[in-house]
């Protein structure tokens, strides 16, 4: 899935195009502008987004295997949340409808005598 394809897909639930690609933009920039600022962005069942340094590191060339210095850089990390794990494991049943990484509701505690 894209970009465009988010958005149709958020259009369709929606019913504005226009409103849709604000929402989609608008909450892509937010969490890039987060991590980009060193926060760590998570949204619980989904996952996480964390930057990470890399420090200065000792490499080989894979085209001549001469050694080569590989310098200190800043990444993006994603770790996907226990219920998304679980989903694409097939550890957890897909549900026909509504929100797949919303908690399940709480059972209701049995009545005391």
């Known amino acids: 899935?894209?970009?465009?394809q988010l958005i149709k897909v958020v259009a369709d639930a929606t019913g504005?195009?226009?409103?849709a690609t604000l929402a989609v933009e608008t909450t892509l920039d937010a969490i890039v502008r987060a991590v980009v600022?060193?926060?760590?962005f998570s949204v619980?069942?989904?996952?996480?987004?964390?930057?990470?340094?890399?420090?200065?590191r000792?490499?080989?060339?894979?085209?001549?295997?001469e050694p080569m210095h590989v310098?200190?850089?800043?990444?993006v990390k994603f770790r996907a949340g226990a219920r998304f794990k679980d989903l694409v494991a097939g550890r957890r049943a897909m549900?026909?409808?509504?929100?797949?990484?919303?908690?399940?509701?709480?059972?209701?505690k049995a009545a005391r005598p």
């Not at 600022?37 to 760590?40: H, P, T």
């Not at 619980?44 to 420090?55: D, I, K, Q």
């Not at 310098?71 to 990444?75: E, F, I, N, P, Y």
Request: aromatic share 2%; charged share 25%; with cysteine.
């Open 1 to 4: 899935m894209n970009k465009a």
């Open 16 to 19: 504005d195009r226009a409103q």
């Open 37 to 40: 600022a060193g926060d760590v």
């Open 44 to 56: 619980t069942g989904f996952g996480s987004l964390t930057p990470e340094e890399r420090p200065a």
């Open 58 to 65: 000792a490499a080989r060339n894979p085209q001549t295997g």
């Open 71 to 75: 310098g200190a850089s800043r990444v």
């Open 95 to 108: 549900p026909e409808s509504g929100n797949c990484i919303q908690k399940d509701p709480k059972t209701p």
